[in-house]
């Protein structure tokens, strides 16, 4: 007799996979973005990049290493205490290509000094590049190339340390740092008791003469199988910054004992730990008391990625958005040809145009600070009005991108799901909305004529744009009340959005012009597409965003 058979339908009207292209040549407002901030001559190594982090191995890899989270073993079989996490090779395979790519070291010469030239916009593209693929084995990426601008302040320990920062190997392996080919750096500052208040910190150190010795606990230390943390204590003259190492002078395990791993909610390839010290080896970075000084020096730089990763996030959901539109057919027309869907997706192009021309500009700030008190001004006061921006618009920028998908959105089976995860880390790690505010404004008043300059920059950038020359002035009058904590939040985002203005006008005066008079000009509406962009304009920025 005859067997039924179950097969009963054939896929269609399905998008094929995002997968095989070339990340960095298919992102036209990266491409102009980087050429437009001193990066152009960088476009084959560029290019090279986004072809391999395009692929479908590493894409395959950014889902595996999600799915086998990290493990703490906290002792070994004979009840020895080892505090080791393990990680999915697939892990690992990120980190390499991170590490050989330099995006953990590419911005500083063999002696830890700046390398200059475009640098800082170059290693940007390629982390905005390696966040649309996989985000979490960045945490450590990061705070590896931060932590060199900390140990400069300690001549003696950043020549010790730098010829292994310097590599482009990643060595996973668990040993002392001295001995590897390569090595990585995280940072506890936050306690139970205080969390951004790192001043209320009750760790201490006490010196012994060849170190210190610390006890305490850290309720957040991020990537703990790094192979030393930069951490904050108390010594004898206040809250001072230390070097901890995974191990002790003479090659045994310091007293770095690891309680629990964080279960987040997203960034979950990542380990991020509880911990306790119990008399842990140490050396001092900087003076006792200045430890907030010293480490903030390595705080700018991670908010700086904060934003370019959460411009990368952006960038990949408006991408899978608009490939799937291409190829989905809905009342017998492709959605990308669906007006209502035109207007979301160009919206949110424009949305991206500006961020990516936004974080670039800020990159070049960043290159130019050591040479330019301009741009090193722009930088001081930029940083955390542009982090406060992009970090807090991606996540509802990854809803919009999942529902753009409908269903297939939702499910795991694709990216968006954990990007849309992934998206509220950057605005909460390395100081939340408020705390990015506050920065300002304490930048504001510290450097009131420098910080006068860059306004001024930025409404000659602007000048002609629609509502730039209101906004200039609402900014300076905001900045101005006595209760400007009140309205920071206001103006803050003003300033961000002025400063978008200026940069994407400088990569794409036409779209600068269209983001001016959606952004600036009028309040943007609460959803994207609820604007009213010429069908022309829409076009042009969905063939921008991708070809």
Wanted: with cysteine.
């Amino acid at each position: 007799m005859p067997q039924p058979s179950f097969a009963t339908h054939e896929v269609f009207n399905q998008s094929p996979p995002f997968c095989d292209i070339d990340l960095f040549a298919v992102d036209r407002p990266l491409v102009e973005a980087v050429a437009a901030n001193g990066g152009a001559a960088a476009e084959k190594e560029l290019s090279e990049f986004g072809k391999h982090w395009g692929s479908a191995e590493m894409a395959a890899r950014g889902r595996i290493a999600n799915e086998n989270t990290p493990k703490l073993r906290t002792f070994d079989s004979r009840g020895n205490r080892r505090d080791e996490v393990e990680f999915h090779p697939a892990y690992h395979e990120l980190m390499a290509r991170s590490a050989h790519a330099g995006v953990h070291n590419s911005t500083w010469d063999a002696q830890g000094k700046p390398t200059g030239g475009a640098s800082e916009v170059v290693r940007a593209a390629k982390f905005y590049i390696a966040a649309q693929v996989e985000t979490g084995h960045l945490c450590p990426i990061t705070m590896t190339r931060a932590s060199v601008a900390a140990l400069a302040v300690q001549p003696d320990l950043l020549a010790k340390t730098m010829p292994v920062i310097g590599t482009r190997a990643y060595d996973p392996s668990f040993a002392p740092w001295w001995t590897k080919r390569g090595m990585t750096l995280g940072m506890g500052m936050t306690e139970k008791q205080g969390g951004t208040d790192v001043r209320s910190n009750m760790t201490r150190a006490e010196g012994d003469g060849a170190g210190y010795r610390i006890t305490g606990h850290k309720w957040f230390m991020s990537a703990p199988m790094c192979d030393a943390f930069l951490v904050l204590a108390q010594a004898d003259e206040g809250l001072t910054c230390f070097f901890m190492p995974r191990f002790k002078p003479d090659g045994s395990i310091n007293a770095i004992q690891f309680q629990r791993l964080k279960d987040k909610l997203g960034n979950r390839s990542n380990a991020s730990s509880e911990v306790e010290f119990v008399d842990a080896y140490a050396e001092r970075v900087g003076d006792e008391g200045k430890g907030i000084r010293t480490i903030i020096q390595m705080v700018q730089l991670t908010r700086q990625d904060c934003a370019i990763a959460s411009a990368g996030l952006m960038r990949s959901g408006l991408a899978h958005a608009l490939h799937h539109a291409r190829h989905r057919s809905v009342f017998q027309k492709h959605l990308a040809d669906q007006p209502l869907m035109q207007a979301v997706l160009s919206d949110m192009a424009l949305h991206v145009e500006a961020s990516i021309a936004l974080v670039m500009r800020l990159c070049r700030s960043f290159d130019r600070a050591p040479h330019d008190p301009d741009e090193a001004a722009y930088m001081r006061l930029l940083t955390p009005a542009i982090k406060y921006w992009v970090c807090k618009s991606a996540p509802g920028f990854l809803y919009e991108a999942m529902e753009c998908l409908g269903g297939n959105g939702y499910v795991e089976e694709g990216i968006l799901a954990r990007h849309y995860r992934e998206a509220p880390v950057n605005a909460i790690w390395e100081g939340s909305g408020n705390v990015m505010c506050l920065d300002v404004l304490r930048a504001l008043s510290r450097e009131a004529e420098a910080a006068a300059a860059v306004l001024q920059g930025l409404a000659g950038e602007t000048r002609g744009l629609p509502g730039a020359g209101e906004a200039v002035a609402f900014i300076a009058k905001a900045f101005r009340r006595p209760d400007g904590e009140r309205v920071a939040r206001l103006a803050v985002e003003k300033l961000a959005l002025l400063a978008a203005a200026a940069a994407l006008n400088q990569v794409s005066p036409h779209h600068a012009e269209r983001f001016a008079a959606t952004r600036l000009a009028g309040t943007h509406a609460g959803m994207y597409g609820a604007v009213d962009l010429a069908v022309g304009d829409i076009r042009v920025l969905l063939e921008r965003a991708l070809p």
